[in-house]
């Protein structure tokens, strides 16, 4: 079961307009929500995160807009560069006595920045 | 952060061998995640390793098929046994620390 929907599956921005991907979750008790950045070849890297108390967090051209009453949360990147061609996976952390932490992923958006 | 090594980077496996991945950390975790991500798919925990017991496994993945070391607080290990090519997939190892995961590189598994 998918406990994090990411939407949409592919994106195509043209350079210096503004991607926005959007997840949304149900369980409650998720505390902690980062988004990942993964180019082809190479391991998903931490590119920003927020925590549920904050609405807003911002680095960069990155920004996550979090809305804990309607469960969703989504990334914008401003000013979108043909180097932010990636794929984008939205999480969210779980705790559990057996395992510890855990991150439950989206499936994924695949952005594609035309020059 | 931490910094993650994983080896192989990729390979080339026969049906019916094993594949042992190996995922060094560069400082001392309770916890070790392995996770499987097949070709242009999300990433899935195959299991949680912690240092001194024994690995806890996610539902649809058994330690007879992807036994799991942990010998130290730096260090960890994947095996994946009797493959089949469905079990080609990219293999990533990560770890928690402070306010994120952290991946290795991944191996990427062919099984032919």
């Known amino acids: 079961q998918q406990q994090v929907k990411q939407s949409p599956q592919s994106l195509i921005v043209q350079k210096g307009g503004i991607s926005i991907i959007n997840c949304a979750y149900e369980n409650t008790a998720f505390d902690y929500f980062p988004w990942y950045q993964q180019f082809p070849g190479k391991g998903p890297a931490l590119l920003i995160a927020?925590?549920?108390?904050?609405s807003e967090k911002k680095e960069g051209r990155f920004t996550i807009s979090f809305n804990k009453s309607a469960k969703q949360f989504s990334l914008h990147i401003m000013d979108s560069q043909p180097g932010d061609s990636a794929t984008y996976f939205c999480?969210?952390?779980?705790?559990?006595?057996?395992?510890?932490?855990?991150?439950?992923f989206g499936k994924g958006t695949s952005l594609l920045v035309t020059p | 952060s931490a910094v993650i090594s994983q080896k192989p980077s990729r390979d080339i496996c026969q049906r019916g061998t094993s594949l042992t991945i190996q995922c060094q950390v560069d400082s001392q975790v309770t916890m070790m995640f392995w996770y499987r991500q097949q070709p242009g798919q999300s990433l899935t925990l195959i299991a949680t390793a912690n240092q001194g017991s024994e690995a806890t496994y996610e539902s649809g993945f058994v330690i007879d098929k992807f036994p799991i070391s942990r010998p130290n607080l730096t260090f960890s290990t994947l095996t994946v046994s009797n493959m089949s090519p469905e079990d080609s997939s990219i293999y990533l190892c990560?770890?928690?620390?402070?306010?994120?995961?952290?991946f290795g590189q991944g191996t990427r598994l062919t099984v032919v």
């Open positions: 990560s770890v928690v620390g402070g306010l994120g995961a952290f």
């Open positions: 999480a969210a952390r779980s705790w559990n006595s057996n395992s510890g932490y855990a991150l439950n």
């Open positions: 927020i925590r549920p108390d904050v």
